[in-house]
């Protein structure tokens, strides 16, 4: 299996900021990866997929980059609301995915 | 409204059987490919069996086969997952999934998950 890294663990950013957040495969996925947030008790909702392209619906403020093995996924201006756990997933075989970013707001 | 919901968790001893729903509504259900990903205590998510719109294609992670089984039927807008033989590290969220379109097994629509937990 792939497996896939994040970093870090946990993010505190205030308001305003630009936020980042990697994912590093332990073999290439090509631009074979998807970036979801979830907030506690909710569903996982998609953000990003096939590396940096934007799910309707999501704000601009969310961009992804990469391919390869290292990811990143890029919040240009953060919002309240985004206080989440985020994680990647690679999709080139049998998914994987990251062990999670939890994202708090100072 | 577009959503999964799923149900049928619960607390069970090691060795026995328990079976997941997942009910959809507000799409096309025979239109999609279906997942169940589960997410363990404090542990990242785990995909774990996928099935095709028309039910011939058929794949599960090598930790839960020939002990699950998936099914689905598109008149009734659902899917299941069959748990046998539960075992303590089954514990877990248990999430249906959709693909979205396409042969790329990455997820549109999630649903909040239903709590397995195999304890004795």
């Known amino acids: ?106 | 409204q577009v959503q999964m919901v799923e149900s049928g968790g619960g607390v069970v001893q090691p060795g026995t059987s328990l079976r997941l729903s997942c009910a959809a509504s507000g799409f096309t259900f025979s239109s999609y490919t279906l997942h169940w990903v589960r997410q363990a205590p404090g542990k990242g998510l785990e995909w774990v069996a996928v099935m095709s719109p028309d039910g011939r294609k058929i794949y599960y992670a090598d930790s839960v086969k020939g002990r699950f089984t998936i099914s689905r039927v598109n008149s009734e807008n659902t899917q299941s997952l069959q748990m046998n033989s539960l075992r303590a590290e089954d514990t877990a969220l248990y999430y249906c999934a959709r693909q979205t379109y396409g042969d790329y097994w990455f997820f549109d629509l999630w649903g909040r998950g239903t709590l397995v937990t195999v304890s004795s």
């Open chain 1, 1 to 106: 299996d792939i497996q896939m890294t994040q970093s870090p663990s946990t993010l505190s950013a205030s308001v305003g900021d630009r936020v980042t957040i990697t994912c590093r495969a332990s073999q290439s996925v090509s631009s074979l990866l998807a970036w979801y947030q979830q907030k506690p008790g909710k569903a996982p909702k998609l953000l990003i997929y096939k590396a940096s392209s934007l799910e309707g619906g999501v704000p601009s403020r969310f961009s992804g980059s990469g391919s390869g093995t290292e990811f990143t996924l890029t919040i240009s201006s953060l919002q309240p609301d985004d206080s989440a756990t985020y994680f990647c997933q690679q999709f080139s075989s049998s998914p994987t995915f990251g062990q999670g970013t939890k994202l708090e707001i100072k």
